[in-house]
C-alpha cells in the first residue's frame, strides 16, 4: 500500500502553504518574519533560515511527497520561488 501512496504524492504540487508549514515545523519562525505574507521572492537568509533548515524541509518533502532532490541542487534555490520550482519541477520525473 505504500508505493501506491509514494506514487500518488509524486504527482502532487508543493504549494508554498506546503512549504511555509514545513519551515515552521523544522526551524520555527523569526520573530518579525511574516510567512503568510508575499515571501516567495524573499531569501531564506532574510526569513531566518539557514542552509541546515533548508536541508531539514528538503528531507520532509522527500518522505511526504516521495521526491528525490540532490543537496547540491538546494543551496542554489534562495528563495521559496526557486525552491518550490526545483521541488515541483521533480514532480513529473518521480514514480
Known sequence: MAPT???????????????TRMLRESAGEEEGVDLD?????TTFIDLGYDSLALLQVIGQ?????GREIP???VVDAETPRALLELVNAGRDNAS
Request: glycine share 4%.
Open 5 to 19: 501512496t509514494a506514487t500518488t504524492t509524486t504527482t502532487t504540487e508543493v504549494t508554498l502553504a506546503d512549504l
Open 37 to 41: 505574507g508575499d515571501v516567495l521572492d
Open 61 to 65: 518533502i522527500q518522505r511526504e511527497y
Open 71 to 73: 543537496d547540491d541542487a
